[in-house]
């Protein structure tokens, strides 16, 4: 059992940026993925960006360029550094870990509006 908390959201204008962070209670190094999600009002859950065990990240066509996933497996933390932000980013961001098995955080808004 592991328990993941998001932080780092908040309200910020057009073209600015944000860095999310996702505190793990656990070994997340255990995970073959982790990722980060994002579900806009009315919208279904998307995934934004993974990272998986040795490294190796995937992103949303959406976002490529843009936003970078990382994480410490020392302090098992996952982030997520959002730059160049756009109005349609707006959404609350969650953080999983592993994929059929999965954990997931409560979520974190970002919401980008001049």
């Known amino acids: 059992q592991v328990q993941l908390v998001e932080s780092g959201g908040g309200l910020v204008q057009p073209g600015g940026s944000l860095r999310l962070s996702c505190a793990a209670s656990g070994s997340i190094s255990r995970f073959n993925v982790l990722g980060w999600y994002r579900q806009a009002p009315g919208k279904e859950r998307e995934l934004v960006a993974i990272i998986t065990r040795v490294g190796t990240t995937d992103y949303a066509t959406s976002v490529k360029g843009r936003f970078s996933i990382s994480r410490d497996f020392a302090k098992n933390m996952l982030y997520l550094q959002l730059n160049n932000l756009k109005p349609e980013d707006t959404a609350v961001y969650y953080c999983?870990?592993?994929?059929?098995?999965?954990?997931w955080g409560q979520g974190t808004q970002v919401t980008v509006t001049s």
């Open positions: 999983k870990a592993g994929s059929i098995a999965a954990y």
